[in-house]
């Protein structure tokens, strides 16, 4: 079964220091997603993207983070400068995508990296 | 906005049949609910949707009233590897649906 992948699995990093998440969405989705998850808490939504372009993203979502799709396989989260607060599991996801969007179109999601700013 | 409302944690034994009832009373009419299932240190998986009545998978039941208020998922028989969190989702807008809204979801602990 097809599924999404990511790495690294674990990210310790010094505070200030950019870092790059890596993701490998399902090789026929066109919707991909970030959300990310502080320990003990809710899985909050980063970010989504589709067609080369962010579809939508949140407050969290602020100017320190990024998001690129640089080849036709990966989908990528870059952080800046990284803050303590940043520390959290981040995971990607993607749907497949419909010729209109409704809440139907499920969103498969990977393994996680858990991130650690010291 | 159509929030969730979920019980905090639920506790059962292997071989039980769990029931976990979601409510989310602004639910909008093209909506659908969606339950995923999330292990610690995992990223949330899939389990069932529906819209209305009742939808059947090979891991679970989804029940919705016909007022669409509130569902219930269905674990049949569970096991000690159904120990999870569990999330129930509507969508957050209904011309938006991008993002997944979790919310703290239900603890399920399946004891031998």
């Known amino acids: 079964e097809p599924e999404v992948t990511q790495t690294p699995s674990h990210q310790v990093t010094q505070m200030g220091q950019e870092v790059i998440l890596r993701c490998v969405p399902i090789?026929?989705?066109?919707?991909f997603y970030w959300y990310r998850q502080i320990l003990g808490q809710k899985v909050e939504f980063l970010v989504s993207?589709?067609?080369?372009?962010?579809?939508?993203k949140s407050e969290i979502f602020d100017d320190q983070f990024s998001v690129e799709r640089p080849d036709g396989s990966n989908f990528t989260l870059k952080i800046r400068s990284t803050k303590l607060e940043d520390s959290a599991m981040y995971f990607c996801?993607?749907?497949?995508?419909?010729?209109?969007?409704?809440?139907?179109?499920?969103?498969?999601f990977g393994p996680g990296t858990r991130l650690t700013v010291l | 906005l159509a929030k969730t409302t979920q019980p905090i944690s639920m506790d059962s034994y292997e071989g039980q049949e769990v029931n976990i009832t979601c409510s989310h009373n602004?639910?909008?009419?093209?909506?659908?609910i969606t339950w995923y299932q999330q292990f610690p240190s995992q990223g949330p998986r899939f389990i069932i949707q529906?819209?209305?009545t009742k939808v059947t998978n090979e891991v679970a039941s989804l029940f919705i009233p016909a007022d669409r208020k509130s569902s219930t998922l269905s674990l049949p028989r569970v096991s000690l590897s159904d120990t999870a969190v569990y999330y129930c989702l509507v969508g957050d807008d209904p011309y938006n649906t991008d993002k997944l809204i979790f919310g703290t979801g239900t603890r399920l602990q399946v004891f031998p």
């Open positions: 996801a993607s749907s497949e995508g419909r010729g209109e969007r409704t809440s139907t179109d499920t969103q498969y």
């Open positions: 993207f589709y067609n080369n372009e962010i579809s939508e």
């Open positions: 090789s026929n989705h066109l919707y």
């Open positions: 602004n639910i909008a009419t093209n909506d659908y």
């Open positions: 529906g819209y209305k």
